[in-house]
Structures are given as C-alpha cells and as structure tokens.
C-alpha cells in the first residue's frame, strides 16, 4: 500500500500532526509509526494561554488535563503571581484521545530503521512508501547548533494530606544554586497530587538522576509534605540553543521535511515545544503534501522564518550561559520576571516586540556588561570552535 503521507515517530509534534490533518483532511491516507507501545512517550507538556490563539485553543482542549487561571514564581528576593491562565496536557491523556482518533492510521511497536523522500524502512526489513514523508524522532546532534541544556526529573506525587497549592509554581528559585540556573517547578493537579520537577539549565554535564530525585525529597519535606506514593516518574534533556546557522541545520536533513525538535520548533530560551507543535500542525493541515521534495522546500522556509524569530532568545541565552558564572544564573530570571506580565506573556509566547527587547536588556545588568557584550556578539556557531 502507497500512502499519502508517513510520519516517522509518534511524539507530540507528529501525534498533532497525525490528529489534525485526520480532522480536517480525512481523504489522506495517513500513517503514524511509533516505536513504543503507546504514542507520546512518558511526558507533561504545558503552555501559557497566550502562547495560542483562541481556536488553537479549542482544538486542543480535549487533550488538556488541567488548566489554571495564574502562576506563581519565587525568588530570593520576591515572589509574584501572574495572571496568565496555564494549561497542561500529558501522555496518557494524549494516546487516551489520539488512539481511537487515529484508528489504523497508527501503527504502535514499530521501529523505524531509516526515512528517505518516498519510503520509510522498518526494522524488520518491511518497506512503507508514501508521497510525502515527515521524520519526527526527536532531536539530533548537529554541527550547525550551539546548546546549552534543561535537565530534569520530574515526579507525580499522591500526598498523605493536602499540599494548599492553588496554582502553579513556575520556578522556585529559592533552592541551593548549583552548576547552571536550578529551580523547582510544581503542578498542583490535585488537592493532593502535585508534579515536583527538579530543573538545571546546564552547560554540559547534567546532575545525575538520582541527584535530582534526591533534591526532590528534600524539597518535599522542607514544604512539610508526606508521600504516600509516586504515581509516575518522567526525566528528559531539552536543548536551549545559544547560536545557530539555520540553513546549514535544515541542510542536515537532506531534503527531507522533519518536525518537532527534529526541525528545531521549540522556544530557544524555556525549551517549551507544545505551541510550535500546534502551529506546526495547523499549517501542514494547509500545505498541499504531494510530494516531499516540495514540502521540504516550504517546510524549510516555515522554519527559517522560526528561526529567525528566536534570534533575541538565541542572544538572551548567551547572555545567561556564557557571561556570567553558572551558580549565578538565577539572578538573570530574577531580575526577568520583576518586569510587566503582559511583557513576560509575550516572551512565553515567543511574541517579544522590539519594545520588549529593549526594555528587556536595558537597565543594570546582573551580569558584567563586557562579558554580555562578549556573548551578545558570538551569534553563529563558527564563534564556538574554540571553548566557550
């Protein structure tokens, strides 16, 4: 069988991908490969309302596992509510809507040994041809790309009592600093279930898993809190890019279309990929995928105009990775969140006007100004051969 269109990889960018374009176009012959048991691995995704328009909204809605009218961070110095409804999704309600919705569009326990233009090859030697191909296996080592790193544990936690959080905790910065920006982020699913995610912005090397899970419980119990047990435990690394030479990174791909983190659609700086994966998914929906050669070429186009976007984040995480020591980082993210909510909103979102850039960098810096200047101006990765 010849299909329309293979997604390769069953994540959270080709899972939309797959869902949307069975929604809107359902005379395709679409398939979904997922290595795994089950789509959309072991995750939480979350988002700001503002991150996406009100009809993205709506189409989203049915995965979303609890909402939230605000958040909260804390640091040493202050803490603040924001009041910027929040949502968040995970993967079991994700493969609970997207299986049934999908049908035998997706095929689960099915490794993918190789993509090219026209045909997928499966593990088990079976070849799958299609007109249009799209590779979404998750990000890729690549020359063109300079990162930095968000390592996380994060653990869904039953409670033996209720823990009093209303909203979210976005960071709680005040926990002893390490190698990078640490902060611990809450999600109050329940009044008694609560996700605690142990989170590093980190050059390199992260902190062991069990490190993290150990400062987990030892931030349970200094909020007074007693376990009755750990409902799920997820872990990841996300990339947060500092320099990028966008079309060398989509030349890597070798002219085939790619998606998710795979594509480099993420949020330089918070390393959130949920509302590109919804833009991503909406504008496919509209492209007119006979042939990938062709999509490759737009697609390439969709990204680089991405890319562009995140430039100033780019610049901004230079800033906090390459100009001031990693134990102080947290000092730049305080400072950051003392500014204007709906200037922050519009950060999330990726929407920073040249207002808020400005008002963003203008100012006492927390870092020394000739080493930010430094950083500012090491924007492609020809300015990394030598160590950082």
Not at 54 to 73: D, F, N, T
Not at 268 to 286: E, M, N
Not at 311 to 338: E, T
Request: with cysteine.
């Amino acid at each position: 069988m010849r299909f329309d269109l293979i997604l390769a990889g069953g994540g959270l960018a080709n899972g939309l991908i797959a869902w949307r374009l069975r929604t809107l176009r359902p005379e395709l012959n679409i398939l979904c490969l997922e290595q795994a048991q089950r789509l959309g691995g072991n995750h939480t995704w979350s988002f700001h309302d503002a991150d996406l328009s009100a009809a993205q909204q709506r189409w989203i809605e049915p995965l979303v596992v609890k909402r939230w009218p605000a958040y909260q961070v804390h640091f040493p110095a202050f803490s603040r509510n924001l009041p910027c409804g929040y949502a968040s999704l995970d993967s079991e309600r994700f493969a609970e809507v997207l299986t049934p919705a999908l049908g035998l569009s997706l095929r689960t326990g099915c490794a993918v040994a190789s993509v090219a233009a026209d045909h997928v090859l499966l593990d088990d030697g079976r070849r799958l041809e299609a007109r249009v191909m799209i590779d979404g296996r998750g990000a890729r080592p690549s020359a063109h790309r300079v990162l930095g790193y968000q390592a996380f544990v994060g653990q869904l936690l039953r409670l033996d009592r209720p823990h009093g959080l209303q909203i979210p905790v976005l960071m709680d910065a005040r926990v002893t600093q390490g190698q990078g920006y640490r902060f611990v982020y809450l999600l109050p699913f329940s009044d008694d279930t609560v996700l605690v995610e142990d989170t590093h912005y980190v050059d390199d090397a992260a902190p062991s898993a069990d490190t993290l899970r150990q400062h987990i419980a030892e931030y349970v119990h200094q909020q007074g809190w007693s376990v009755a047990a750990c409902l799920r435990e997820e872990q990841g690394v996300l990339p947060i890019t500092l320099a990028e030479d966008l079309p060398g990174a989509w030349r890597e791909a070798g002219g085939l279309p790619c998606s998710g983190l795979r594509a480099g659609l993420f949020h330089s700086t918070t390393g959130y990929s949920l509302p590109d994966a919804v833009r991503l998914a909406d504008w496919l929906a509209t492209q007119p995928l006979d042939d990938s050669a062709q999509l490759a070429t737009a697609l390439g186009q969709y990204v680089h105009r991405h890319g562009q976007r995140q430039g100033f984040y780019r610049l901004l995480n230079r800033m906090l990775f390459l100009a001031g020591r990693p134990q102080d980082r947290w000092g730049v993210l305080q400072r950051f969140h003392r500014l204007p909510a709906p200037l922050i909103a519009r950060f999330y979102a990726g929407h920073s006007t040249w207002r808020d850039q400005l008002r963003i960098l203008t100012g006492k810096p927390p870092v020394p100004v000739a080493a930010a200047i430094k950083a500012a101006l090491r924007s492609s990765p020809r300015h990394f051969k030598d160590n950082r």
